[in-house]
């Protein structure tokens, strides 16, 4: 009996922890997660505006960031937190309206380019990444977020989603990061691996073997040259007697 109790205990712990790995995998899935309240599109330029009901600004920031690890997030603020991704940069902000929630704006790169307040971005995010975004070209607009966007309005307005938007919302993507391996080399060994080194066409360990003669004479290598014989070869010397034929 207490055999299998502590199996079925060795179950339930297992069962757990696949669950809570699962749970940190992929990208974070906004879109069946929390309900679409407002889009604003143009083409490439796109923001799609979600709802976190009775959750605040760091939960759900902490919350995207564990499901999918952002290139940058803002330091931890009650009122406001970004978190930049390769295509698209997201807004975590409470909302003036109702405080007890958050809005989660999802805005595409194009959409940070056209729209965004560069100098209001510097108390959040790094200079360099800000230059990054914005191509070196400064400030595009006045844009804050959707929390503002009564005041700091954006180059187009945003509008309740149709069907058809909810059916065009595009997926978050995820990085993912591949290792390539020499063949022969230690699979185990991560400086044999092509990239351990940060580029993709060379390898972390970048140590070179040399072939070197010996320099002890008397012993040899397979690498070397022959030995010498450096003695003279004995040779015999005799004394022999011709005689013709026919002749006594």
């Not at 807004?91 to 309206?97: H, R, S």
């Not at 180059?155 to 391996?181: A, C, F, S, W």
């Not at 012993?219 to 003279?232: D, E, L, Q, V």
Request: net charge positive; hydrophobic share 30%.
């Amino acid at each position: 009996m207490k055999k299998r109790s502590l199996f079925a205990l060795k179950i339930a712990i297992i069962f757990s922890l696949v669950l809570s790995l699962l749970s940190g995998c992929g990208s974070p899935d906004v879109k069946d997660t929390y309900p679409l309240e407002s889009v604003n599109k143009d083409g490439s330029s796109t923001s799609y505006v979600y709802r976190a009901a009775n959750k605040n600004v760091p939960e759900v920031a902490s919350e995207l960031a564990n499901q999918k690890e952002p290139e940058q997030i803002s330091k931890q603020d009650s009122d406001r937190m970004f978190l930049v991704y390769k295509d698209e940069m997201i807004n975590v902000q409470k909302d003036p309206k109702n405080p007890n929630d958050a809005l989660i704006e999802v805005d595409s790169i194009q959409y940070v380019k056209n729209n965004y307040d560069s100098s209001f971005l510097q108390g959040y995010l790094t200079a360099t990444l800000i230059g990054h975004l914005f191509d070196g070209l400064g400030s595009l607009g006045k844009y804050r977020g959707y929390s503002s966007a009564d005041v700091y309005k954006p180059k187009t307005q945003y509008h309740i989603p149709t069907d058809n938007d909810k059916k065009l919302i595009p997926p978050m993507t995820v990085e993912r990061k591949g290792l390539i391996t020499r063949r022969g080399m230690n699979s185990d060994s991560s400086s044999d691996r092509v990239g351990s080194g940060g580029s993709i066409f060379s390898k972390g360990n970048t140590s070179k073997g040399t072939i070197s003669r010996d320099k002890d004479s008397s012993k040899s290598s397979i690498f070397g040259s022959p030995k010498r014989s450096y003695s003279i070869p004995k040779t015999k010397s005799g004394f022999g007697k011709i005689s013709r034929r026919g002749r006594r």
